[in-house]
Structures are given as C-alpha cells and as structure tokens.
C-alpha cells in the first residue's frame, strides 16, 4: 500500500522531503541497543525539527544507543514494518503532541500514528513512550471510539508510558478502563525542557542579550482564539515594550508571520528571525532576556535554554506546563477580559527581572532533570534485562 496515499496534501510535501536525520551534538557511541523511532520527523515547523534530535541525544547519554532507525509517524505500519521492529531492541514513540485526531486523521488508531491494533500486537519488543502530550485543542471535536480502544490496546502492551504534562495524564486517564492502565502513565517533561542540560557545554546559557522575542501560533486559529482583537492588543502590547528594548519575531512557520500585518500597523520596530535548523532554533532561543511565545515550543524550548518566558496561553498544553514548574503566573489567557493589560504587565515585570527569572528557570528545570533521570534510569534496566 502506498502510505502516501493517506496523508493529507498539506503534510504530503514535508514528508516527500525528509532529509538525513541529524543530531545537534554528535556523542561518542557508547551503547549497545538498537532502537526504532516513531515521530514526527519534519521539516515544516522549527520546535518540531528540535524535538526528535534532542529525544536522540538524551537516549543516547541516558540509556546508551548504538544505533537509530527512524520511521514517520504517519507511515501506515504494515507487516514489514513490525518485522523490522522487532528486530531491534525497543520501539520508542515521542515525543510530541501525537494525541490529535486531525494532523493525521487515520482508522487505525485515531490519534497521529497510522497503527493498526492487529499490528500493536505482533510487536515483541518493549515499547516506550516518551514526552508525548495530549494536543487537543479547546473546543475541538471529540476523538472517534476507536482512540479509546486502541489506547487502552497500547497502554496496556507498552513497558513505559512517559506523558509530557500532567493535564494530558489526567485527561488521558479518561479513555482508560483500569485502574492498572492509569497508573502507567509516567509524567515525563519534553526533552527540550532540558537543553542546558543535555548539551551544557552548547553555549554560555545565562548570556542574554537586551532584546524580547515574540511568537504567535496560527494553525488553527479559531480554536487559538486568535481573533482580530487578540491580534490587536499583541500588536500594541509589542510596540509599547519596544519603547523599553528590541523586539525581535521568531517565525517557526511561515503562518506565523499574519502578526506581522498588525505589527506593522502599530509602527513596531521589530527584527524578523525566520528559523530554518536545529542548530539556528536553539542558538536564538539562548539568546533574548524574555520570550513570549504562543507555541508550545515557543516556551519549552526558550526554558530548556534557561531563558525566562511568558506564555500567551491559547491551548491548555501551554498552561499545563507553566502549572508543572510551579510558575501559573508565567501565562497570560487569551480568553482573560484584561488579556491585554496583564500581558504588558507581566511582560515588563519578568524583563526587567530577568535576572532573578533565569535563577527560577534554572531552579524548576533541575526539578524536570531528576525526574528524567530516574526515568531513563528505569527505561535502561528495562532493557538491560
């Protein structure tokens, strides 16, 4: 069958022009085991290039690899494909917001990976799941029955089930018929949440340099509740902090830039920054005393550099991981009634603090590292024995 076939003409040329997959630090091989990747490997959006090259890295100084075989997320698994996993080690499948129902609309499992349950079972190698998210928007339809049978099919196979947030646990924990099912799920924070960690010696992480970075979501806007409105009130919130400092507008996807009309109506003086690597995405991310990001990797990949962030909370992920670090206030709502207030209030008030802002950044990120630790510490013996 040709997969192809099946994914929706919008995401058909990513995939078709998938390249040779990288790593951002090349680590010495130092392992024995053989892993078969799932992800969304793609070249479309700058925080989705990251993640499954620092989910590598980590692997491969967290549990030891010696060697990576890659395999879309969106490729239909067919009886060929289970036999090729099986003759690796373990099945990895992250990371990512894989729980959505329409980037990859399938009858296989009804969430991104095209796996049937028939196919689920014929894979005897351990599966783990790392840093996956629940990505359902707000107001968005529910997922058809087929999810929850096929969730309850995985959980219930898989030897480790890491979720990124505790908002997806407890939402995933819904589909889940038992109480064995549900207590599999692990909170496991994304990767990128720990770049100084996992590549310390990368860059001088608490060098910032006196400017903001702004970023703005546009897929799916009227879920986003991206209205007119909203537009409006970031577009004067950014040209009264440009009056304090530079503002830069970091476009991971060419959506991103309809802010930019509005920017450009208020008279914003701004610097665009298009990303287009890996490398480019974490080097700008180390770089600003404050970003504002309306991406879910417009705030986890800013904090994984120690960078302090403001998130403008239009999908429930956002503030699910502000309420794990223990800093809710770090977000702004879109559906607040002084969205616009608040979000030039807390703007200023975390800039000008952005000293004592990268110390708390620093401080929750160590939080995140020790769990990770002792998670890959148990995916390790997992496979050790």
């Not at 995401?11 to 680590?27: A, E, G, R």
């Not at 479309?44 to 491969?60: E, H, Q, W």
Request: proline share 4%.
């Amino acid at each position: 069958m040709n997969y192809l076939s099946k994914i929706p003409n919008k995401l058909k040329s990513i995939y078709q022009k998938l390249k040779p997959f990288p790593t951002i630090v090349k680590y010495t091989p130092n392992g024995t085991k053989k892993m078969f990747h799932i992800s969304a490997f793609t070249y479309g959006n700058a925080g989705d290039i990251v993640l499954p090259i620092v989910l590598r890295d980590l692997f491969n100084i967290g549990v030891g690899v010696k060697l990576w075989k890659g395999q879309h997320v969106y490729k239909i698994v067919s009886q060929t494909d289970v036999d090729n996993i099986n003759r690796h080690d373990a099945m990895v499948i992250g990371g990512g917001g894989l729980f959505l129902k329409d980037t990859n609309p399938n009858d296989l499992s009804g969430w991104q990976w095209s796996c049937s349950i028939d196919e689920l079972k014929q894979m005897n190698v351990p599966i783990i799941m790392f840093a996956v998210g629940y990505n359902r928007f707000r107001g968005q339809s529910e997922f058809k029955p087929l999810f929850k049978q096929h969730l309850n099919a995985f959980v219930g196979q898989a030897k480790f089930i890491g979720i990124r947030n505790t908002g997806s646990i407890n939402k995933l924990k819904d589909y889940l018929e038992t109480d064995e099912l549900k207590n599999k799920l692990t909170f496991q924070p994304c990767m990128t949440t720990l770049i100084s960690k996992i590549y310390p010696d990368l860059h001088n992480y608490k060098k910032k340099e006196d400017f903001i970075a702004i970023n703005c979501a546009f897929d799916r806007v009227e879920l986003r509740k991206g209205t007119d409105l909203i537009l409006n009130s970031i577009a004067r919130v950014a040209k009264e902090l440009s009056n304090i400092t530079r503002i830069k507008y970091y476009s991971h996807m060419l959506s991103d830039n309809k802010i930019l009309p509005y920017f450009n109506k208020y008279k914003v003086q701004y610097e665009l920054i298009e990303m287009k690597t890996e490398k480019q995405v974490l080097e700008e991310y180390i770089k600003p005393r404050l970003v504002i990001g309306m991406r879910g990797h417009a705030q986890m990949i800013p904090f994984g550099c120690l960078t302090p962030i403001l998130s403008i909370v239009s999908h429930n992920k956002l503030q699910w991981f502000l309420d794990d670090i223990s800093h809710p206030d770090w977000g702004v709502d879109v559906l607040s009634p002084n969205f616009e207030k608040e979000l030039l209030e807390k703007s200023v008030e975390i800039y000008t603090q952005y000293t004592h802002n990268m110390i708390e950044v620093e401080i929750a990120q160590e939080k995140l590292w020790q769990i990770t630790k002792a998670n890959l510490k148990e995916i390790k013996s997992l496979l050790d024995n």
